[in-house]
């Protein structure tokens, strides 16, 4: 019985999030309402890349480029075959994790700044093509999607995708992860394939950046090359280093108040890269492992009995 | 007097490796039988480290073969040589520092876990069967070593002595046919030397697993091992029982000598 716990928060969590969107919502600020729906995909993007930055210690910086596979490969289908987009939203982020497949493959075999640089490489290619690909609506941008996203669809998917994340980590290969961030060569010793382990957390984290990519599409009707910049990837990592590498509560807190301070206070909105270099500076000076650090919200408050750990 | 090559668990044949200009190791000839208790000593540089990164398969050897359980290791990756029963500390101890004391061990008992990752995501039967396995052998193994009043406690805040017996527990956790200790007595006052190699012996026969031992420190190896290879500049010197290797001019000349050089 202890073990349905998790699941029975999950349902409750949905359930309320559907009640919400019908007796709430409706009468609520469109503008803040709008704000809460970006920061549930910053938190699938961000969840994502936790995984891969954080608990695995993969630095990549193309986050953003998983994001825009999902989000065309979404868009296109639901576009061109009238597919329901919530089914082409998860057909999305399988696209997405498929290019992780094909980017981490090669790349993870290898180490540290070589990671960085190939799939910093990855997010500019995937414009350039997106850009030159008149089926994908080229630089214009692919417009008349359907308009599907609503808050309760978003937080759906952000629950569904916390527990996966967080299952993911409380399991043998999540354990295999953090060996493979800790000393590699110490993980391989145990006759673990850290290739294999790396690419897996790749794969996942690309799947649920498609996820969100999806999202951005069908919540605002059209999808642009420029939302998928590089920029966005750093914007992702400096969520999850403020948040605290080895934590996922962290960056998802981090996630959230970087997504909601720039919409709230607008004139912030044009300086936000030279916000994230001050407070990546300032984190580190005071901080250094980040918010939480590799600790957990659940382990700050008492309610660690009954979410257990990794909430 | 040399066993038959069909009952060799491992064997090195004629290992070499070179390094730019440096041979670090030359024309090196091991065999281990199954059960065996064997050391390999030799002053620092002798090239130790190096024979079990050749084992080990973080180098290749330039010449030579090894084989292991009668096929060769030649060329095979490091997490695959592992797989094939083959466990290892680190001199430099290489622990997940940002685990627990636990999870450390935990994490090398991931090939006995019977599930897939799909069923630890949906959190089926099997996940939290092989999790309550798991966490009841890692609870013993560090039981076994002394470990389970820390269990809890990040890896990098045991003292070094206890650093040292958990990567020996991790390594055994993989379950290996043949484990290689680089130097576990390393830094540790002569009484903790002498409890970690009674612990290492008592290893070898509970655990039924053969042991290849780095020390440099003479006395501490000549009272468990049952045979000695002892290296200098990379090529074996002697080999023999701790008598054997004890009165054995070259060995006296090579190693004393460097010890003799250290004190004074
Ligand atoms: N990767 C390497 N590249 C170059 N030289 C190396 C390398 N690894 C070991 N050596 C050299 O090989 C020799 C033997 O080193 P090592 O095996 O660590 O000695 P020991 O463990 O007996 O103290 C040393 O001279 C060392 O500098
Ligand atoms: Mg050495």
Same mark, same amino acid.
């Given at each position: 019985m202890?073990?349905a716990?998790v699941? +029975?928060?999950?349902? =409750?969590l949905?359930a309320a999030?559907w009640?919400?969107?019908?007796w709430?919502?409706?009468?609520s600020?469109?503008?803040? #309402?709008?704000?809460?729906?970006?920061i549930?995909?910053?938190?699938?993007?961000?969840m994502g890349?936790?995984?891969?930055l954080?608990?695995?210690g993969q630095?990549?910086?193309?986050?953003?480029?998983?994001?825009a =596979?999902?989000?065309?490969a979404?868009?296109a289908l639901?576009?061109h075959?009238?597919l329901?987009p919530m089914?082409?939203?998860a057909?999305?982020?399988?696209?997405? *994790?498929?290019?992780g497949?094909v980017?981490?493959l090669?790349?993870?075999?290898? !180490?540290?700044?070589?990671?960085?640089?190939?799939? +910093?490489g990855?997010?500019g290619?995937?414009?350039?093509i997106i850009?030159? #690909?008149?089926f994908?609506?080229?630089?214009q941008g692919?417009?008349g999607?359907?308009?599907?996203t !609503?808050? *309760?669809? !978003?937080?759906?998917?952000?629950?569904i995708?916390?527990?996966?994340?967080?299952?993911?980590?409380n399991?043998? #290969?999540?354990?295999?992860?953090?060996?493979?961030?800790d000393n590699?060569?110490?993980?391989r010793?145990?006759g673990?394939?850290?290739t294999?382990?790396?690419?897996?957390?790749?794969?996942?984290? *690309?799947?649920?950046?498609?996820?969100a990519?999806?999202?951005?599409g069908?919540?605002?009707?059209s999808?642009?090359?420029?939302?998928?910049?590089?920029?966005?990837?750093?914007?992702l990592?400096?969520?999850?280093?403020l948040?605290?590498?080895g934590?996922?509560s962290?960056? +998802?807190?981090?996630?959230?108040a970087?997504?909601? +301070?720039p919409?709230?206070l607008r004139p912030?909105a044009?300086y936000?890269? /030279?916000?994230?270099s /001050?407070?990546?500076?300032v984190?580190?000076?005071v901080?250094?492992?980040?918010l939480?650090?590799?600790?957990?919200?659940s382990d700050?408050?008492?309610w660690?009995r009954w979410?257990?750990?990794?909430? | 007097?040399?066993?038959?090559s069909?009952?060799?668990l491992?064997? %090195?044949?004629?290992v070499g490796?070179?390094?730019?200009?440096? &041979?670090?190791?030359?024309?090196?000839?091991?065999k %281990?039988?199954p059960?065996?208790?064997?050391?390999?000593?030799?002053?620092?540089g002798?090239?130790?480290t190096t024979v079990?990164?050749?084992?080990t398969?973080?180098y290749r050897?330039?010449e030579g073969?090894?084989?292991?359980d009668?096929t060769s290791?030649?060329? @095979?990756a490091?997490?695959r040589?592992?797989?094939?029963g083959?466990? $290892?500390?680190?001199?430099?101890?290489?622990?997940?520092?940002?685990?627990?004391?636990?999870?450390n061990v935990k994490?090398a008992m991931?090939r006995?876990?019977?599930g897939s990752?799909? @069923?630890?995501?949906?959190r089926?039967p &099997?996940?939290?069967?092989?999790?309550?396995?798991?966490h009841?052998e890692?609870?013993?193994?560090?039981?076994?070593?002394?470990l389970?009043?820390?269990?809890d406690l990040?890896?990098?805040?045991?003292?070094?002595?206890a650093?040292?017996?958990?990567?020996i527990?991790?390594?055994?956790?993989? $379950?290996?046919?043949l484990l290689?200790l680089?130097?576990?007595a390393?830094?540790?006052?002569?009484?903790?030397?002498h409890?970690?190699?009674?612990l290492v012996r008592?290893?070898?026969?509970s655990f039924?697993?053969?042991?290849l031992?780095?020390?440099h420190?003479?006395p501490?190896?000549?009272?468990?091992?049952?045979?000695?290879?002892?290296?200098?500049q990379?090529a074996?010197i002697?080999?023999g029982?701790?008598?054997?290797i004890?009165?054995?001019?070259?060995?006296?000349?090579a190693?004393?000598g460097?010890?003799v050089?250290a &004190?004074?």
């Open positions: 202890k073990h716990a699941y +029975l928060v999950a349902a =409750v949905i999030i009640a919400l969107d019908a709430v919502i409706p009468y600020d469109f503008y803040i #309402t709008n704000i809460v729906i970006k549930g995909y910053n938190l699938l993007a961000v890349l936790a995984l891969v954080g608990f695995t630095f990549s910086l193309g986050h953003a480029g998983f994001m =596979v999902g989000a065309y979404a868009g639901a576009l075959t009238g329901p089914l082409t939203t057909i999305g982020g399988l696209a997405a *994790a498929l290019a497949l980017v981490g090669p790349s993870l075999r290898l !180490t540290g700044d070589y990671l960085a640089v190939v799939t +910093l990855f997010n290619i995937i414009i350039v850009q030159n #690909t008149p994908l609506g080229g630089a692919l417009i999607l359907p308009l599907a !609503t808050f *309760a669809t !978003t937080w759906t998917w952000v629950v995708g916390g527990l996966f994340i967080r299952n993911v980590l399991s043998p #290969t999540g354990r295999v992860l953090r060996a493979v961030r590699e060569i110490a993980t010793s145990l673990i394939n850290t294999h382990a790396k690419v897996v957390a790749f794969v996942i984290g *690309a799947f649920w950046a498609g996820v990519g999806a999202l951005i069908f919540l605002n009707s999808l642009f090359p420029a939302q998928f910049q590089y920029d966005r990837s750093i914007e990592v400096a969520m999850v280093v948040g605290g590498t934590s996922l962290g960056p +998802l807190i981090a996630g959230a970087l997504t909601a +301070l919409e709230l912030i044009e936000r890269m /030279v916000l994230y /001050v407070l990546l500076i984190m580190m000076l901080r250094p492992t980040g939480l650090g590799s600790r957990e919200l700050l408050v008492p660690r979410f257990g750990r990794a909430v | 007097m040399d066993a038959p069909d009952s060799r491992l064997d %090195l044949q004629r490796i070179r390094f730019g200009g440096l &041979r670090a190791v030359s024309d090196l000839e091991i %281990l039988v059960g065996c208790l064997h050391g390999l000593i030799g002053p620092n002798a090239g130790k079990f990164n050749l084992i398969g973080i050897p330039t073969d090894i084989h292991f009668g290791l030649v060329g @095979e490091p997490d040589i592992a797989k094939r083959i466990g $290892r500390t680190f001199q430099n101890i290489r622990l997940f520092a940002g685990m627990s004391v636990i999870e994490v991931y006995h876990a019977a990752l799909w @069923e630890s995501v949906l089926m &099997r996940y939290w069967r092989d999790e309550a396995t798991i009841r890692a609870t013993q193994l560090l039981d076994t070593f002394g389970l009043s820390v269990a990040g890896a990098e805040q045991l003292p070094y002595g650093r040292r017996r958990l990567e527990a991790r390594a055994l956790a993989t $379950r290996p046919k290689l680089d130097e576990p390393a830094g540790m006052n002569p009484s903790e030397a409890d970690l190699m009674n008592w290893v070898r026969d039924g697993v053969s042991i031992l780095i020390e420190h003479m501490v190896v000549m009272g468990i091992c049952e045979r000695i290879t002892v290296l200098d990379g074996s002697a080999e029982s701790p008598r054997e004890q009165n054995d001019p070259l060995v006296i000349e190693y004393l460097a010890d050089e &004190r004074g």
